[in-house]
């Protein structure tokens, strides 16, 4: 099955297109120079995004799990829930931190976990973010960011995929091959 036409309502992302960004967002951080200590990823969007960037720059990853409550089929953000607790590999967070996702839509996942990580973790001397797409309307701004969408798309995602497929469904799916 082909890929739909993009336009200014809706971005359609491959594989490919998601793999290609995360390099490039990679590429991008490590040309500016900066060195971090640790990169912390917003799950679940940012769990590839940050599962990549933390083995190129070899460094341990942290997750942080927040939801948002949608509503109008997902593209209206209500509240959203930051879990209490952030797992990461080899000590806390702290020191220089490289905060990641997906992307920052409306922002406001990104200010409530900025407030929620100066509260609970005083020892991060610097954080920095980094997201594959930027939408215009957002109220905050990465530091880093591969795609600036000012028409606000809606970002058809590749593992969006799986949220409409069930178990019984999988056999059939494979045996189709569909979309690589
Ligand atoms: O800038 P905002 O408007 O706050 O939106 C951005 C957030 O929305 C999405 O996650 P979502 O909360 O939908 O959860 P998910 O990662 O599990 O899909 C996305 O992965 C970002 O984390």
């Known amino acids: 099955m082909s890929t739909p ?3 200014e309502s809706h971005l359609w992302v491959t594989w490919d297109d998601y793999n290609r960004l995360i390099e490039r967002l990679t590429l991008q951080v490590h040309q500016s120079g900066w060195k971090f200590d640790k990169i912390l990823c917003l799950a679940r969007g940012g769990m590839r995004v940050g599962d990549v960037m933390s083995r190129i720059f070899d460094v341990p990853l942290g997750i942080l799990a927040t939801s948002s409550y949608r509503e109008a089929a997902g593209t209206k953000q209500g509240d959203m829930d ?9 000590g806390t967070l702290s020191g220089r931190v490289l905060l990641v996702d997906d992307m920052v839509d409306t922002g406001k996942t990104f200010s409530k976990v900025y407030d929620h990580l ?9 954080l920095r973010s980094a997201v594959l797409w930027w939408k215009g309307h957002s109220q905050a701004t990465p530091d880093y960011y591969v795609e600036k969408l000012p028409t606000n798309p ?5 593992f969006e995929d799986y949220d409409s497929l ?6 059939a799916w494979i045996r189709k091959g569909y979309k690589s």
């Open 166 to 171: 069930r178990p019984h469904q999988l056999e």
């Open 118 to 126: 100066k509260s609970q973790f005083a020892d991060i001397t610097e």
């Open 5 to 7: 036409t993009n336009d």
């Open 154 to 158: 809606w970002i058809h995602q590749p």
């Open 82 to 90: 930051i879990a209490q607790f952030i797992t990461i590999t080899r």
